[in-house]
Nanobody, 127 residues
């Protein structure tokens, strides 16, 4: 089991940017496939982005394509989610999730695929 810690959330105006980070405590995050999910009030949790263990392969939820970027920083043992051109519909709690993948190049799109979750970080976008 890996303990995940998200940071970087906050309040930003529409059109602005934020950079979220997911760090692992006591484990090397580069050994895991990682994803970011988000949950807005009254809505189901949804995939934002995911990345394979080797960092080569990524996938994005429809709302994230073209605006958000997921990447790895092995030196810092983190996975980063860059959020650009934010709008009010991006307001949500953003969660980092990780799992031990079957293959280094595999990413996982679904909540049920993940074993370990962080506590979440709030992103609020004002109009």
């Amino acid at each position: 089991q890996v303990q995940l810690i998200e940071s970087g959330g906050g309040l930003v105006q529409a059109g602005g940017s934020l950079r979220l980070s997911c760090a692992a405590s006591g484990r090397t995050l580069s050994n895991y496939a990682v994803a970011w999910f988000r949950q807005a009030p009254g809505k189901a949790r949804e995939l934002v982005a995911c990345i394979s263990r080797n960092g080569v392969n990524t996938d994005y939820g429809d709302s994230a394509k073209g605006r958000f970027t997921i990447s790895r920083d092995s030196a810092k043992n983190t996975v980063t989610l860059q959020l650009n051109n934010l709008n009010t519909e991006d307001t949500a709690v953003y969660y980092c999730a990780a799992r031990d993948p079957l293959y280094s190049a595999t990413y996982y799109n679904y909540e049920r695929d993940y074993e370990d979750w962080g506590q979440g970080t709030q992103v609020t976008v004002s109009s």
